[in-house]
């Protein structure tokens, strides 16, 4: 079933290829969405795909990242069917 998560990481995640890993980790899924830096040094992605890719995603998200993340916090949504692809958003 195709869901949306929008998720704000907060922690050290700034400055260490977080964003660029998350491109990488959508694109080998085939995930659309969205990642990008915000104020106060947490990053925000959004992301659309089948629930258990989406799952999947975040456990390789958290098995790079988990000595910089402080927090997750994950909002799970309908899909919005308006991501075509993943990119980085400055």
């Known amino acids: 079933m195709q869901k949306q998560i929008h998720v704000l990481y907060s922690g050290a ?5 977080f964003r660029f890993t998350c491109v990488s980790i959508s694109h080998q899924l085939k995930i659309a969405g969205w990642v990008r830096n915000v104020p106060g040094g947490g990053v925000e992605l959004a992301a659309e ?8 995603m975040l456990a390789r998200i958290d098995n790079e990242f988990s000595r910089y993340i402080g927090k997750a916090d994950i909002q799970w949504l309908e899909p919005s069917g308006k991501f075509k692809d993943f990119i980085v958003k400055f």
């Open 49 to 56: 795909a089948d629930e258990e890719v989406l799952k999947d």
């Open 13 to 17: 995640v700034q400055g260490v290829g």
